[in-house]
């Protein structure tokens, strides 16, 4: 049904290329966008799925193209083939450094972050007397928890945390912070692309290699499937990852994001 009101919409609005950015788009399902006559492009690191599209884009920090399974065109695969939004790619990433010191901090998962790992992560740095004067700023997006944000604000008043809504210009609120707490995904690339240093979680299966080659690659800190983990190991390892962040590390991360991105 759903891929019958796809065909019935582009077709309505005359549009002959499709872009599916997702996991939910199986085989069947492309089979009958590209039998309808409609240019199929999906963008997916899923090397188990079996692909009917003229393009597959697996964004990754590796080239992985020998590895997928396109019946229906090419695959294209690696750092070069990252996407990353244009309010990041106009933005003038020469303003960004690298500071002496981890003054300030920014919390985002993510427009809707259903896993709640921002809450998590936030409540485990609280819980951090060393880095009482750390200033945290937590971007909420379209979270739906935001709330529930806001009574740990308040909370942890003794803390510097400011919670902001979502923002036109990310790439110029994230290149004011000395480090980012994030998740997988393609908001890694917007970190990268800055050179921001970041200490990420992985909060959904599909994640987890992808984090992993992040931290092997020294372009940032990997906590792991952090819901598995307790409060108090949670704040133990942020604490550990925080320690390893030296300037020269974060001078590391710096240059080698933004030799990838």
């Not at 921002?118 to 819980?127: F, G, Q």
């Not at 009482?132 to 379209?142: A, F, K, M, S």
């Amino acid at each position: 049904a759903d891929a019958r009101f796809t065909i019935d919409l582009c077709h309505d609005l005359g549009v002959s290329h499709v872009i599916a950015d997702g996991y939910q788009y199986k085989e069947c399902w492309q089979r009958l966008l590209t039998g309808s006559g409609l240019r199929l492009v999906v963008i997916s690191n899923d090397t188990g799925e079996t692909y009917e599209a003229a393009l597959v884009i697996d964004q990754n920090l590796t080239c992985r193209s020998d590895k997928f399974l396109n019946k229906g065109g090419e695959v294209v695969s690696g750092h070069d083939y990252c996407i990353v939004p244009q309010v990041f790619t106009n933005f003038d990433r020469q303003k960004y450094r690298v500071s002496a010191d981890i003054k300030s901090a920014i919390l985002y998962y993510g427009g809707y972050d259903s896993a709640g790992e921002t809450e998590r992560i936030l409540m485990a740095l609280c819980s951090l007397s060393n880095y009482r004067g750390l200033q945290i700023t937590v971007l909420c997006g379209l979270n739906k928890r935001t709330e529930q944000i806001r009574k740990i604000q308040s909370i942890y008043s003794n803390w510097d945390i400011t919670v902001l809504p979502h923002q036109p210009n990310v790439a110029e609120l994230f290149a004011s912070f000395d480090l980012s707490f994030g998740a997988g995904g393609t908001t890694s690339f917007q970190r990268l692309f800055l050179g921001m240093p970041s200490i990420v979680s992985t909060v959904a299966d599909n994640q987890a290699d992808f984090n992993a080659e992040l931290e092997q690659l020294n372009l940032a800190i990997h906590l792991g499937l952090t819901e598995k983990i307790g409060l108090e190991n949670l704040a133990r390892k942020i604490e550990e990852s925080l320690n390893m962040l030296t300037f020269d590390r974060r001078l590391t991360m710096f240059n080698r994001g933004r030799a990838y991105i």
